[in-house]
């Protein structure tokens, strides 16, 4: 038994005829008799009583309507929902964000337009350090990531550019410089500073260490922050424990007792991308990377 065969016989039941049923479903008639003869010899039992006036369904034959309609609707529903699947309307996604608060307008935005254009679509969301979405991303764990580092030559990832901003000396507002304010990077080594330890976020510590090594910056680490997010930094120096750098978009979540100040030697600059496995040919992170394209201003081509 197959569902061709579940179709045939069931417009023969609603037609209650086989010469108009092979009309319905464009088949000669002696083909679709053969069809229902098949059937029944399957099912060792008969389906419809014959008559010179057409057919009618045996008990046998009611209850495999039943179920055979049934059956066909799971069947178009499957069809139809692996269809949608194709197009990007359902199925799930995994998404990493970035556990530093920089992006979260553009987040905030792009979501609700996703969700706007594909109700359907299932969202994970984790808040993630760049290191470990490329070490997911592999895995399948994830379908992409917004993270600041993408190997260049490594040709198992794909990402667009979607934001970037400048680096800031964020220190307590109540703070007095002796000497005046700093004009460089080299002016923080008599100061308390607040650091990150390397194994928090090797990349972006190695980053900055280049930065500082270039300015003749040693940081003079009073604490060092577990917490790599903007939050927990911004509490650090809210509470008086000493100055770090953060990104410009911190001002907006800074409370008044945080003071910014930009630096010309502090030439870092963070640079967000939308990363995914080069090899990930699903539609619906196709859609999704369309919708962070289109609204970064950059549109994926192909």
Not at 167 to 185: Q, V
């Amino acid at each position: 038994m197959d569902l061709r065969q579940l179709r045939y016989f069931v417009a023969v039941a609603q037609h209650g005829s086989i010469s108009l049923a092979a009309q319905a479903v464009y088949i000669a008639q002696p083909a679709l008799t053969r069809q229902i003869q098949a059937l029944e010899e399957e099912l060792g039992a008969t389906v419809f009583e014959r008559s010179a006036r057409g057919v009618r369904l045996t008990e046998v034959g009611k209850q495999l309507l039943v179920d055979a309609n049934r059956l066909l609707g799971d069947a178009a529903a499957t069809v139809e929902r692996a269809q949608r699947v194709g197009r990007g309307e359902i199925g799930h996604l995994s998404i990493a964000l970035p556990v530093m608060l920089t992006l979260r307008p553009l987040l905030t935005e792009v979501l609700r337009i996703f969700r706007h254009e594909a109700p359907g679509v299932s969202l994970t969301l984790s808040h993630l350090l760049s290191d470990t979405q490329l070490e997911w991303l592999p895995t399948g764990r994830l379908d992409a990531g917004f993270t600041l580092f993408r190997p260049r030559d490594d040709p198992a990832f794909e990402g667009i550019p979607i934001y970037s901003e400048k680096m800031l000396l964020a220190y307590p507002a109540d703070w007095r410089w002796e000497g005046g304010p700093p004009a460089s990077l080299r002016d923080l080594n008599a100061v308390d500073f607040i650091w990150l330890p390397r194994n928090a976020a090797p990349v972006w510590h190695d980053k900055l260490i280049h930065c500082f090594f270039k300015a003749g910056f040693v940081p003079r680490a009073a604490v060092q922050g577990q917490g790599v997010d903007v939050a927990s930094m911004l509490t650090l120096v809210a509470a008086g424990m000493g100055c770090t750098v953060l990104p410009d978009s911190a001002t907006r979540a800074a409370p008044d007792s945080v003071a910014f100040m930009e630096l010309p030697d502090l030439d870092v600059v963070q640079h967000w991308e939308l990363v995914w496995r080069a090899d990930n040919k699903s539609a619906l992170l196709r859609r999704f990377i369309d919708v962070v394209g289109a609204y970064a201003g950059n549109p994926v081509k192909g």
